[in-house]
């Protein structure tokens, strides 16, 4: 759980985004902004419950299935904006000891790094979708029927959304990287 | 090809994907996907890979791991760090070494109210390591002993590697994080021994020349003050630990608690603005996903090495071989122990636990002291050269070009043998560990 690529922090306080988006950036920070509100709804969710239970004796119905399907979510909803501040848990003492000799090619390995990522994410999206139609055809639910039912089609959307949009991301960042290969100056 | 050389061949490709730099995440799903569909066919590895992404974390276990990073962080935004390991500082002023022992003393508190060591080790990399500079230690030797003690927020509860174990081995949570109390604690007195032992034994290892030490350089903090420092963070010990035995609420929501209760804290110090509480919570994500994702691509790497029935028979010749327990136990540990140079503790746990678990089981092993020698050999790796990960946090955070990989490494070494005979007791002493479950039980 190490190796996030946090640069440059204050004291305890998390760093913003390295650059300021544009264009299709402005989708990949509007889906990380549902996926943070998703998670202040997560810790909301738990505290009510444990408060709810020991206070007043009444347990929030749902929140233990939807921590589970809120999980999935946050992490389609954020995994394009991670990939475009290239955050990813990766180890690239290798590439960076090629960057200091030859930093050409080392650009190149990562434009083929983001390309291979853009192809992974295609694929999900290529199979998340049967599963996608089933659950919404089926009316698919968690939770106990009468008391409260969470449907899983949205959750599941969220996956194909952030899975799309990580591949675009990826394809972004890997022509970046081929631009810098060849020379010229980043767009 | 047989199915088990695929899976030979995908574990063999993980590790050198891995090595050369793409994202793990990825790595691990593009070489299962391959994987399992050689082993059976395209419409089987879709199907795992869409199941891996959609149901795998869908749990409320994973679930809490945003509650946990977020607790970690709300902690971290707050002046609580420095105002621990400035009541620390103020307990040891009269000792050697005693900046040292301060820094192991407020990553043990702190441990004790986050569930994850990335923001004891990025904390106190901004709190202490000045402070130790200013008094006269050497940077790699300040810098060691924060990599070294950040190791204790893995091993004293709340934690979320051991939340992790306990989902993959079927182990009461609960039950470990008992059992990390006893070892966490004699672990930072071991940190803290050997800090002092250095300081008097080999001062010049420890600080710039022979005459420099911290001895009564402090202003006295009046007593009003020092209370003042250690009341917000006894209250949320109290809060997340006395909430967790004290039964009102699992060890699982612990993280949601603790983070409310930290946020709480924080806006009464008035130290948690919205814009601090906004960006907490988008950093939050940004980990989470990243932590998550690696998570579902593992779940699918054991799925395929299940199906590719390696794991099986690496059991099998095993048991053929006839090696004792010993032996096992002890190839375990050194096989973790050189992971952790160069994957993550999450990663490690995920690979390798399918591969072990059926083979400890068969010899009747205590899974929650088996968990804990696990943690613990895992962090030693990630204190190792030549890839050791927590060594490159810190020296994200120290953000100082002025002292290579390579003598950070060289700093945290006392800690790293430390840390490595303290594996011996905790796997020669099971007891360490049972204590407080009232539970004994030895493999000797």
Known sequence: MTDFKDNERGEGVPARAHSSPSGFGWLTVGLSTAGTLLIIAMAVGVNADILGRELINRPVPGVTEFLGLAIVAVVFLQIADTSREERHISNDLIVSWIAERHPRLAYAIYGIFHLIGAAMFLIIVWFVVPIFTENYQGGYYKGTAGYIQIPVWPFVGTVLVGAAAAAVQYVLLALREFGRAKGTPDV | ?444
């Open chain 2, 1 to 444: 090809m047989s199915e088990i050389t695929i899976g030979a061949i995908c574990m063999l490709a993980s590790l050198v994907l891995i090595q050369s730099g793409l994202h793990i995440g990825i790595a691990l799903m593009l070489v299962s996907f391959l994987g399992v569909w050689g082993i059976k066919n395209v419409a089987v590895a879709g199907k795992l890979l869409a199941s891996s992404v959609t149901t795998s974390i869908a749990s409320d276990t994973f679930g809490v791991i945003p509650l946990f990073v977020i607790m970690g962080l709300f902690v971290s935004a707050t002046g609580m760090g420095r105002d621990t390991f400035d009541v620390a500082a103020h307990v040891t002023r009269r000792l050697r070494g005693g900046l040292g022992i301060a820094t192991v003393a407020a990553n043990a508190v702190f441990a004790a109210c986050t569930g994850t060591s990335i923001a004891s080790a990025s904390i106190f990399t901004k709190v202490a390591v000045p402070q130790m500079v200013r008094h006269g230690y050497q940077l790699p030797f300040a810098v060691g002993v924060v990599t070294g003690s950040s190791v204790l927020g893995m091993l004293i509860p709340p934690s979320l590697l051991m939340i992790i174990f306990g989902v993959l081995a079927n182990t009461s949570i609960g039950d470990l994080f008992t059992a990390g109390i006893v070892p966490g604690i004699v672990l930072a007195a071991s940190f803290s021994l050997c800090i002092f032992t250095l300081s008097i034994w080999q001062p010049e290892r420890v600080f710039k020349g022979l005459s420099a030490h911290d001895r009564g350089e402090f202003d006295d903090i009046p007593l009003r003050a020092l209370l003042a420092k250690v009341i917000p963070v006894g209250i949320l010990i109290f809060i997340v630990l006395g909430g967790i035995y004290g039964g009102y609420f699992t060890p699982t929501e612990a993280g949601g608690a603790g983070a409310f209760a930290a946020f709480l804290i924080g806006v009464a110090r008035r130290e948690i603005t919205l814009k601090i509480f906004w960006d907490v919570s988008i950093e939050t994500g940004k980990i989470t996903a990243a932590i998550c994702f690696v998570l579902m691509a593992a779940q699918l790497y054991s799925q395929m090495l299940t199906l590719s029935g390696l794991p099986y028979a690496v059991g099998q010749w095993l048991q053929s071989a006839n090696l004792n327990f010993v032996v096992i136990l002890f190839g375990y540990l050194a096989v973790v122990v050189l992971l952790g140079c160069f994957l993550d503790s999450l990663s490690i746990m995920l690979i390798i636990l399918p591969f072990v678990l059926p083979v400890i089981d068969g010899f009747g092993v205590n899974l929650v002291w088996f968990g804990l020698i696990t943690i613990v050999a895992i962090e030693i790796g990630l204190l190792t050269p030549p890839l050791g990960m927590s060594v490159f946090v810190v020296k994200a955070n120290l953000g100082a070009a002025d002292i290579t990989t390579w003598r950070i490494f060289m700093g945290t070494m006392p800690m790293t043998i430390t840390m490595s005979l303290f594996l011996l007791v905790v796997v020669f002493f099971p007891s360490l560990s049972l204590v407080l479950l009232g539970k004994s039980w030895s493999w000797w």
